[in-house]
């Protein structure tokens, strides 16, 4: 698995969308819709009315407004008969947001609660994937002797994996204020360089409970296959973008 995304709710196994190098699949209220990656395929998130409904609410509220105006009706049937009509129109009028899976001229959609930021961000990595994204960069930072401790091994892993379940990784823009936050006093730090799409663990973005940002989590050990490169800091004021690009460049 690249990438996971609940569709509803944090954990809802019967409501969710992951993919990886072979297929999408969409979990929708426990059925499993599987889309082979095999022909170019993209996901949507659209906004979309229910015609149907829509037609239904209307027809059945003029039928009841016509009978209302020849006085031909029983004032209980009518009135319950308009105000179900009312509210199909209503709801159909409102409709709902839709998960769409596009392959070719086929496509399959899905009733989500909102336009969650996780399911954008979903969204747009898959996208990315599918025209050929060569990297995803995402970034953890940890300390130089917790990583030189764990030189012979195959894995990585942190203490948050056992504690939380996940390891902490951040995207580009995000790794200056992980670094204020958590970091700000240490000495002795590296940032570890991770290709995404490398890794063998789930990735999983997730909102921060401090402020709501997103934020990718590794739900697993980190394959060193997937670290790239390792950008030492002294300590965490000596950061910049600019010295991480001249390392990025030297590795990719």
């Not at 709710?9 to 819709?33: E, M, P, T, W």
């Not at 027809?59 to 049937?77: D, G, T, V």
């Not at 399911?119 to 995402?138: A, D």
Request: with cysteine; aromatic share 12%.
């Amino acid at each position: 698995m690249i990438a996971e995304c609940y569709l509803h709710r944090l954990n809802d196994s019967l409501n969710k969308v992951y993919f990886d190098h072979r297929a999408l699949v969409v979990v929708y209220k426990g059925a499993i819709h599987r889309t082979l990656l095999r022909y170019p395929t993209r996901i949507t998130l659209e906004h979309k009315k229910y015609i149907g409904m829509i037609i239904t609410g209307g027809m059945i509220s003029a039928f009841c407004l016509l009978m209302i105006w020849n006085n031909l009706y029983k004032p209980w049937p009518v009135l319950i008969g308009l105000l179900g009509s009312g509210l199909t129109f209503y709801y159909g009028w409102m409709g709902s947001w839709m998960l769409i899976v596009h392959q070719n001229s086929n496509t399959l959609s899905f009733p989500i609660p909102a336009k969650g930021g996780n399911l954008v961000s979903f969204s747009q990595f898959f996208n990315q994937h599918q025209k050929g994204l060569k990297r995803k960069m995402i970034y953890h930072i940890s300390t130089a002797s917790a990583w030189k401790a764990q030189q012979e091994n195959a894995q990585y892993r942190d203490p948050s994996l056992e504690a939380e379940g996940f390891i902490h990784t951040s995207e580009t823009e995000q790794i200056h204020g992980v670094l204020d936050r958590y970091f700000k006093d240490q000495s002795g730090l590296v940032v570890l360089m991770i290709d995404a799409l490398l890794l063998g663990s789930p990735l999983k973005y997730e909102a921060s409970p401090i402020n709501g940002e997103l934020y990718p989590h590794v739900y697993g050990p980190i394959n060193k296959s997937s670290i790239i490169g390792v950008l030492p800091l002294g300590r965490a004021s000596d950061f910049t973008l600019e010295n991480l690009g001249k390392k990025l460049r030297t590795v990719v």
